[in-house]
């Protein structure tokens, strides 16, 4: 019986692997994935309805799993290897590089969007540089950094699982399986969502601690209102929390709802004094209010998108994929059985929300799912049949080692080599030939990409508008004209921006949209053609380096024109 059970589970981990691996066209994933579903309900009842458990560990064995400081240790060193695999890469998202250059004029005493501009929150821009700051201007080391704040987010998860579900081993897969997902590239741990997790963290832990405490309300309250100072968008997660009060018709339900918002509005009218008292009142308002509205306007949701994520997870780790199916699986039969209205629990709804927020978000950012990636990772000791956490935990196991082992060579030889590695990032070395053309001291540079040119060289943007893909977007620059943050000529604002002669001018023609490259033809790129003042460095060294960039763009150009004095 038990060679049998053991055979099953052979049957349903590799088969449909096999038959992916032989079936090779467009649809074979969705086939893969319907085959995988058909053997887990064949095998429901034999393998997973019962309360026994598939494996039964030696006592000494389990103490050594079930220690809290092994967990741990364990969340960090895997934490390390799988977010450095691409630390030679110098650039996988435009945004980092945004952040970074808006949040630096924090060290010159500006206030966040008085000099420079960028979607995030005010909060987040002061926790950017503040890491900047620690590690020393570092780029290299700034990434290293925040290695740590997604480490923090997963002490966070970790810890609130044990204390709300006294469960050591429940707590190290949840975050062992948030740590695999956010493993893939598409989650580098410089995205603000990692630091609005430890704050979402935080209150899941005090709404489950303490759900009768006006004083844990109160607290929930600030920390919403720090986790929207940096991501605006995660607003949303209060929703739920309003939701079950009102659901389970709690006695003192206003009084929690009202000592709830009393917590989230003090940072923020702490912040609306701050602006008010630097007349910068209608730069933050609009932050909160008209562009986060023109920004979901202006979003095209779809599920398409899910479906491309879904076979990037499967490229990754096909046990990570199938750990995930499986949950899924075991979830939607616990929706389906349990009678005690499961789908109002607060895990749940935070997980609902998570979701939500990607499709009312709209880009199809992949990084907009960590917050989902995160709730979803919560659920695991919401499953009650020992058999669905003991499956979901080997196939968690399998793709430990499988991303472990591809993760491992390259994570050391970077984390081995970072004086190396940070001298040879090419932007870098572009921004110490700008320099050397320009000489000594400071000069106006506007760069309509690559700005971490900006962040090497410690200058401003003469561009208000930091981030590259903000320039087409006309929602973000009409609300900017109309606040006269930007200004414009007959043409447009980045024309404006090139006829005031910059010492320094950086651009680049052809970008990729939905995958087609297309020409910018909103400003002429080719400076020297019009302005005979200037002179076009050669990068082709930089741009052909394959350290430059992770996703390859053969159409992209590195533009720089210098201003012949």
Same mark, same amino acid.
């Given at each position: 019986?038990?060679k049998?059970?053991?055979?099953?589970?052979?049957?349903?981990?590799l088969?449909p $692997?096999?038959?992916?691996?032989?079936?090779?066209h467009?649809k074979?994933l969705?086939i893969?994935?319907f085959? $995988?579903s058909?053997?887990?309900y064949f095998?429901?009842i034999? =393998?997973?309805s019962?309360s026994m458990p598939?494996?039964?560990f030696?006592?000494?064995?389990l103490?050594?799993?079930?220690?809290?400081?092994?967990?741990i240790?364990?969340l960090f060193?895997?934490?390390l290897l799988?977010?450095n695999?691409?630390l030679?890469i +110098?650039?996988?998202?435009?945004?980092?590089?945004s952040?970074?250059?808006a949040?630096?004029? *924090?060290?010159n005493?500006f206030?966040p969007?008085?000099m420079q501009?960028?979607?995030k929150?005010?909060f987040f821009? $002061?926790?950017y540089?503040?890491i900047?700051?620690i590690?020393n201007?570092?780029?290299?080391?700034?990434?290293?950094l925040?290695?740590?704040v997604?480490?923090?987010?997963?002490v966070?998860?970790?810890?609130t699982?044990k204390?709300?579900?006294?469960?050591?081993?429940?707590?190290?897969?949840?975050s062992?399986l948030?740590?695999? *997902?956010?493993?893939?590239v598409?989650?580098i741990?410089e995205f603000?969502e990692?630091?609005?997790?430890?704050?979402?963290?935080v209150?899941?832990?005090?709404?489950?601690r303490?759900?009768?405490n006006?004083?844990?309300k109160?607290?929930m309250?600030?920390?919403?209102a720090?986790?929207?100072l940096?991501?605006?968008?995660?607003?949303?997660?209060?929703?739920?929390?309003?939701?079950?009060?009102?659901?389970?018709?709690d006695?003192?339900?206003i009084s929690?709802?009202?000592?709830?918002l009393?917590? #989230?509005? =003090?940072?923020?009218?702490?912040?609306i004094i701050?602006y008010?008292?630097?007349d910068l009142?209608e730069?933050?308002?609009?932050?909160?209010?008209q562009?986060?509205?023109n920004?979901?306007?202006?979003?095209?949701?779809?599920l398409?998108e899910i479906?491309v994520?879904?076979r990037r997870?499967?490229?990754?780790d096909?046990f990570l994929?199938?750990a995930? *199916?499986?949950?899924?699986?075991?979830?939607?039969?616990?929706?389906?059985?349990?009678?005690?209205?499961?789908f109002?629990?607060?895990e749940?709804l935070n997980f609902i #929300?998570?979701?939500? =927020?990607?499709?009312?978000?709209?880009?199809?950012?992949?990084?907009?799912l960590?917050?989902a990636i995160f709730?979803f990772s919560v659920?695991?000791?919401?499953?009650k049949?020992?058999n669905?956490?003991?499956?979901?935990?080997?196939?968690i196991?399998f793709?430990?080692?499988?991303?472990?082992?591809?993760?491992?060579?390259?994570?050391?030889y970077?984390?081995s080599?970072t004086k +190396?590695?940070?001298?040879?990032?090419p =932007?870098?070395?572009?921004a110490?030939?700008?320099?050397?053309?320009v000489g000594l001291?400071?000069?106006?540079?506007?760069?309509l990409?690559?700005?971490?040119?900006l962040?090497?060289?410690d200058?401003?943007n003469?561009?208000y508008i930091v981030?590259?893909g903000n320039?087409t977007?006309?929602? *973000?620059?009409?609300?900017l004209?109309?606040?006269?943050?930007?200004?414009?000529?007959?043409?447009n604002h980045?024309?404006?921006l090139?006829?005031q +002669?910059?010492?320094?001018?950086m651009c680049n023609?052809?970008?990729?949209v939905?995958?087609?490259?297309?020409?910018?033809?909103?400003?002429?790129?080719?400076?020297?053609?019009y302005?005979?003042?200037?002179?076009?460095?050669d990068?082709v060294?930089?741009?052909?380096d394959t350290?430059?960039?992770? $996703?390859?763009?053969p159409?992209?150009?590195?533009?720089?024109?210098?201003k012949?004095?």
């Amino acid at each position: 019986m038990l060679k049998n059970k053991y055979f099953s589970l052979f049957v349903i981990i590799l088969f449909p $692997y096999i038959f992916n691996q032989l079936v090779n066209h467009q649809k074979s994933l969705t086939i893969t994935t319907f085959l $995988y579903s058909l053997l887990l309900y064949f095998f429901y009842i034999r =393998l997973f309805s019962t309360s026994m458990p598939f494996f039964v560990f030696k006592n000494n064995i389990l103490k050594i799993i079930n220690n809290s400081y092994f967990h741990i240790i364990v969340l960090f060193i895997f934490t390390l290897l799988t977010q450095n695999r691409y630390l030679n890469i +110098e650039t996988i998202t435009w945004d980092v590089p945004s952040y970074l250059v808006a949040s630096q004029d *924090i060290n010159n005493g500006f206030l966040p969007f008085e000099m420079q501009w960028e979607s995030k929150g005010p909060f987040f821009l $002061y926790l950017y540089n503040f890491i900047s700051n620690i590690a020393n201007r570092n780029y290299l080391y700034f990434k290293i950094l925040n290695d740590l704040v997604l480490f923090i987010s997963t002490v966070s998860l970790y810890l609130t699982i044990k204390y709300v579900y006294k469960n050591k081993i429940s707590a190290f897969f949840s975050s062992l399986l948030f740590v695999l *997902i956010t493993s893939h590239v598409w989650f580098i741990s410089e995205f603000s969502e990692i630091y609005c997790l430890t704050f979402l963290a935080v209150n899941y832990y005090l709404h489950k601690r303490f759900p009768e405490n006006n004083y844990a309300k109160f607290a929930m309250g600030v920390n919403f209102a720090l986790s929207t100072l940096i991501n605006q968008g995660t607003l949303i997660f209060i929703l739920p929390y309003i939701l079950i009060s009102i659901i389970n018709k709690d006695s003192n339900v206003i009084s929690k709802i009202r000592n709830l918002l009393t917590g #989230f509005l =003090l940072p923020h009218v702490f912040f609306i004094i701050l602006y008010y008292l630097n007349d910068l009142l209608e730069i933050y308002l609009s932050q909160y209010i008209q562009l986060p509205l023109n920004y979901v306007q202006s979003s095209d949701p779809s599920l398409a998108e899910i479906l491309v994520i879904a076979r990037r997870i499967f490229q990754h780790d096909y046990f990570l994929y199938f750990a995930i *199916i499986s949950m899924i699986f075991f979830l939607a039969i616990k929706l389906v059985t349990d009678t005690k209205n499961t789908f109002f629990k607060i895990e749940i709804l935070n997980f609902i #929300f998570g979701v939500l =927020l990607f499709f009312i978000a709209g880009h199809s950012y992949q990084h907009h799912l960590f917050y989902a990636i995160f709730f979803f990772s919560v659920l695991i000791p919401t499953l009650k049949i020992p058999n669905h956490k003991q499956f979901t935990y080997l196939l968690i196991i399998f793709s430990f080692f499988s991303i472990g082992l591809k993760s491992f060579e390259e994570s050391i030889y970077n984390l081995s080599n970072t004086k +190396e590695i940070y001298n040879n990032y090419p =932007l870098k070395n572009l921004a110490i030939q700008i320099q050397q053309e320009v000489g000594l001291g400071t000069f106006d540079i506007l760069a309509l990409d690559y700005v971490l040119v900006l962040y090497y060289l410690d200058l401003q943007n003469t561009s208000y508008i930091v981030h590259p893909g903000n320039h087409t977007e006309e929602y *973000i620059v009409n609300e900017l004209l109309r606040l006269d943050k930007i200004s414009t000529n007959e043409f447009n604002h980045v024309s404006y921006l090139i006829e005031q +002669e910059p010492r320094v001018i950086m651009c680049n023609p052809t970008i990729i949209v939905a995958g087609i490259p297309q020409k910018i033809d909103f400003y002429n790129c080719g400076i020297d053609d019009y302005k005979k003042n200037y002179y076009k460095l050669d990068t082709v060294s930089f741009k052909n380096d394959t350290n430059l960039n992770f $996703y390859i763009d053969p159409y992209k150009e590195i533009n720089v024109y210098i201003k012949d004095n």
